[in-house]
């Protein structure tokens, strides 16, 4: 199975059903941090909840869609990154991504969303990655400012949450921005 290596003691690697059990851990162990900004994490609850959630995205990966990595740092299950779409008909994709705090501040996800890039743009050919997030979840947007990513406007109550309707802060990086910042 691939990995990639992120720092000295963290990696990312394909996040599967078999593994539903661990993320469901570390779902529940971190749900007070994700909840406010992931309406799904309260969804997996358990191993069955965690296992249909993960089963969800390796259909995705078999029909070349979504597709669901996990952050593991000294052998322990912190956080992921996702393809939350992945279209190659319209040549897009979308990225989303969760860390538990304690292994914050080191830039694993910003490593862990490039690597992604990197595959969508180089290996695909896809032209355009997405970010999506909450105008007031700073942290997420300073990921995708932190890609290079152009922050493009907000879609006003365009998310239906936490018993309301929220706006979604749209951020994008075209194939030919990543290429110039990433190749020489
Ligand atoms: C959004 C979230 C994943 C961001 O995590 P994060 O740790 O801030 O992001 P990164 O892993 O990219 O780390 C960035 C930090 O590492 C630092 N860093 C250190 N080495 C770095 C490197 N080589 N590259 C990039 N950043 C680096 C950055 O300066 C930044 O520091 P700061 O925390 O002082 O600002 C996290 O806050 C989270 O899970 N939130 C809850 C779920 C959520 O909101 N998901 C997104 C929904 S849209």
Known sequence: MFSHALDDTA???????????????????????LKPWLPWAETVLDTDSARAWLQV???????????????????????GTMFRVFDERFSSCEIGVWLSPVAGGRGLITKAANHMIAWAVEDRGIHRVEWRCEPA??????????LGMTRE?????????????????????LANEWRAAHLT
């Open 11 to 33: 990696e990312l690697r394909p996040l599967e059903p078999w593994r539903a059990t661990e993320f469901a851990g570390a779902v529940t162990a971190d749900l007070d941090n």
């Open 153 to 173: 406007g907000v879609l006003r109550g365009a998310f239906p949450t936490r018993g309301t309707h929220v706006d979604v802060e749209v951020w994008s990086l």
């Open 57 to 79: 995205f390796a259909d995705g990966t078999a029909a070349d869609g979504r597709r669901i990595y996990g952050i593991w740092d000294a052998g322990k299950l912190v956080g």
């Open 137 to 146: 979840n700073t942290r997420s947007s300073a990921v995708a400012k932190r």
